[in-house]
């Protein structure tokens, strides 16, 4: 082996290894933010976070990393290489392309201010006063534009923001998914609102004891494959999951005593999420590829495991009995009822408590705000009235306030555009691969309702979880299903299985 080629091979693993101890601390005091980190503290820890960031910004740009990639990415340099480095140096040469374009400046006021905004954020949430976060998230957006400005795009600016979290989208590739899925979905959610045998969700809005909702959550996490002691449950303003490595991989939830429905399935949402870091292969530990290839790919595992697992029917001939122990409310509930209640399709404000069908619509909203937001169509103060305009042309209802409509979720505060888009194409790789899974393991559902779910774990970390970012998204979904992603089966999965819930 060329000695100029073992140079850059031992100099980029010790540059990766940095990068990736220094992202790992980042990601704990991420987590410590969003769990309760004391409000007079929030300054200077937004200040801390910055110069962490800035120095893991500062090695993913430096002269020696670009160095390392321009030798390791030539025919000769790449000839040498394992498949581990070999993935690593892709994924180097990707961020380093595209922070190389960015300021070190930028990069660190993007930091301080996300962390920032989060705290303005909660309190706008908190007190319905969307005022109160329209400057700093008018901030936002402006430092958003100027980061396109600095990626560049060859046809809409959004494109920019889409390639950050699925790698190669584009909108004039997710237009037409969505425009299928959103035509499909409102025909559909028209026939569910017509039907005269609509089911009743009212007993899940009873009075639920928030301990044993806990006890319920912990209950069922190690049966559903998650191992506590490589992780842990906490409360949190919005449901996330957290990996610091891949024995610490961190979930949260919120519970609300009148919502039987919130805590529950956005645990067993984020125990997707775990799962899949958990189940992600030792030997990229310190790696760049020691995390999910995307974020579409992402919530297809936690979108999976919550709605095509957690909402079936099998899961709860499974589960209901220790359900019901928990919650004596539930006693005299019958299973088949129960079941149809947690699958209810009927518009709503809250995007995480959205049934399974409407979820997409919410997606939608937000999606098409983002594209206008970034154009130059529309601007911060216009937010609410526009939130309300949409939610009204795709799900049919209003908000009542703006907690309720656009200050619900998170993801602006930290500047996570071009992140929603993710949720629903989770959902149309989560289709997929169930389409897959169901050929394979052709008992699958009888797996779930006798409590084997190891088998399904298993299917899932052999063939997505070990990968890490090993692949990228479009070589993961090919190589799991077979083809390009295809809108068709989550289409076919939301019909037939809402056909027969609203016995159309």
Same mark, same amino acid.
């Given at each position: 082996? %060329?000695?100029?080629?073992? *140079?850059?091979?031992?100099?980029?693993?010790?540059?990766?290894?940095?990068?990736?101890?220094?992202?790992?601390?980042?990601?704990?005091?991420?987590?410590?933010? &969003?769990?309760?980190?004391?409000?007079?503290?929030? %300054?200077?820890?937004? $200040?801390?976070?910055?110069?962490?960031?800035?120095?893991?910004?500062?090695?993913?740009? /430096?002269? @020696?990393?670009?160095?390392?990639?321009?030798?390791?990415?030539?025919?000769?340099? #790449?000839?040498?290489?394992?498949?581990?480095?070999?993935?690593?140096?892709?994924? =180097?040469?990707?961020?380093?392309? &595209?922070? $190389? *374009?960015?300021?070190? @400046?930028?990069? *660190?006021?993007?930091?301080?201010?996300?962390?920032?905004?989060?705290?303005?954020?909660?309190?706008?949430? #908190?007190?319905?006063?969307?005022?109160?976060?329209?400057?700093? !998230?008018? *901030?936002?957006?402006?430092?958003?534009?100027?980061?396109?400005?600095?990626?560049? +795009?060859?046809?809409?600016?959004?494109?920019?923001?889409?390639?950050?979290?699925?790698?190669?989208?584009?909108?004039?590739?997710?237009? %037409?998914?969505?425009?299928?899925? =959103?035509?499909k979905t409102v025909q559909l959610l028209k026939r569910l609102m017509n039907s005269k045998d609509r089911p009743s969700n009212k007993v899940l809005f009873e009075e639920y004891d928030v301990d044993k909702q806990k006890e319920f959550n912990l209950f069922i996490l190690p049966k559903l494959g998650y191992d506590l002691s490589a992780g842990r449950l906490d409360i949190s303003e919005h449901p996330f999951a957290q990996s610091i490595n891949t024995g610490d991989v961190r979930i949260t939830t919120r519970y609300k005593k009148n919502d039987l429905r919130s805590s529950l399935f956005g645990t067993i949402h984020e125990c997707?999420?775990?799962?899949?870091?958990?189940?992600?292969? %030792?030997?990229?530990?310190?790696?760049?590829? =020691?995390?999910?290839?995307?974020?579409?790919?992402?919530?297809?595992? /936690?979108?999976?495991? @919550?709605?095509?697992?957690? =909402?079936?029917?099998?899961?709860?001939? +499974?589960?209901?009995?220790? !359900?019901?122990?928990?919650?004596?409310?539930?006693?005299?509930?019958?299973?088949?009822?129960?079941?149809?209640?947690?699958?209810?399709?009927?518009?709503?404000?809250?995007r995480v408590e959205a049934d399974e069908l409407t979820y997409n619509l919410h997606i939608m909203v937000r999606y098409e705000i983002e594209k206008a937001l970034m154009n130059g169509e529309i601007e911060v103060k216009e937010l609410p009235r526009i939130w309300n305009e949409k939610m009204e042309e795709y799900l049919g209802i209003v908000p009542p306030t703006d907690t309720l409509g656009v200050l619900q979720d998170v993801h602006w505060s930290f500047g996570g555009f071009g992140y929603f888009p993710s949720y629903s194409l989770g959902n149309l790789y989560a289709a997929q691969i169930l389409n897959t899974i169901e050929r394979e393991i052709p008992d699958f559902y009888s797996l779930i309702a006798n409590g084997e779910f190891a088998v399904i774990r298993e299917w899932l970390r052999e063939n997505i979880h070990q990968h890490g970012a090993m692949y990228t998204p479009d070589e993961l979904i090919v190589k799991v299903t077979g083809e390009e992603l295809n809108a068709e089966y989550l289409v076919k999965y939301l019909e037939e299985k809402y056909s027969k819930i609203y016995r159309l």
């Amino acid at each position: 082996m %060329p000695k100029e080629v073992v *140079k850059a091979i031992e100099r980029f693993k010790e540059l990766d290894q940095r990068i990736s101890h220094f992202t790992d601390i980042s990601a704990l005091l991420d987590w410590d933010a &969003n769990t309760g980190a004391p409000k007079k503290g929030v %300054p200077m820890f937004s $200040k801390a976070k910055g110069t962490l960031s800035a120095e893991i910004f500062k090695l993913l740009t /430096s002269e @020696e990393m670009g160095d390392c990639l321009e030798v390791l990415t030539s025919a000769e340099g #790449q000839a040498e290489l394992d498949d581990i480095t070999r993935a690593a140096v892709r994924y =180097r040469k990707r961020e380093y392309d &595209n922070f $190389k *374009k960015v300021p070190a @400046e930028l990069h *660190k006021e993007l930091v301080i201010h996300a962390s920032n905004a989060h705290t303005v954020w909660v309190e706008a949430k #908190q007190t319905n006063n969307f005022a109160h976060f329209e400057p700093t !998230l008018a *901030k936002m957006v402006d430092l958003q534009r100027r980061l396109i400005e600095c990626y560049g +795009y060859e046809e809409h600016p959004y494109d920019a923001l889409l390639d950050g979290y699925e790698p190669g989208l584009t909108v004039a590739k997710l237009d %037409p998914l969505f425009k299928d899925l =959103r035509d499909k979905t409102v025909q559909l959610l028209k026939r569910l609102m017509n039907s005269k045998d609509r089911p009743s969700n009212k007993v899940l809005f009873e009075e639920y004891d928030v301990d044993k909702q806990k006890e319920f959550n912990l209950f069922i996490l190690p049966k559903l494959g998650y191992d506590l002691s490589a992780g842990r449950l906490d409360i949190s303003e919005h449901p996330f999951a957290q990996s610091i490595n891949t024995g610490d991989v961190r979930i949260t939830t919120r519970y609300k005593k009148n919502d039987l429905r919130s805590s529950l399935f956005g645990t067993i949402h984020e125990c997707g999420h775990a799962l899949y870091e958990q189940g992600i292969n %030792p030997a990229f530990e310190e790696t760049a590829i =020691r995390r999910g290839t995307s974020f579409g790919i992402h919530e297809s595992q /936690s979108r999976f495991l @919550e709605n095509m697992v957690g =909402r079936s029917y099998p899961f709860w001939t +499974y589960f209901y009995d220790d !359900l019901q122990r928990h919650f004596p409310q539930l006693k005299n509930l019958p299973l088949e009822d129960f079941y149809r209640a947690i699958n209810t399709v009927e518009p709503s404000f809250i995007r995480v408590e959205a049934d399974e069908l409407t979820y997409n619509l919410h997606i939608m909203v937000r999606y098409e705000i983002e594209k206008a937001l970034m154009n130059g169509e529309i601007e911060v103060k216009e937010l609410p009235r526009i939130w309300n305009e949409k939610m009204e042309e795709y799900l049919g209802i209003v908000p009542p306030t703006d907690t309720l409509g656009v200050l619900q979720d998170v993801h602006w505060s930290f500047g996570g555009f071009g992140y929603f888009p993710s949720y629903s194409l989770g959902n149309l790789y989560a289709a997929q691969i169930l389409n897959t899974i169901e050929r394979e393991i052709p008992d699958f559902y009888s797996l779930i309702a006798n409590g084997e779910f190891a088998v399904i774990r298993e299917w899932l970390r052999e063939n997505i979880h070990q990968h890490g970012a090993m692949y990228t998204p479009d070589e993961l979904i090919v190589k799991v299903t077979g083809e390009e992603l295809n809108a068709e089966y989550l289409v076919k999965y939301l019909e037939e299985k809402y056909s027969k819930i609203y016995r159309l």
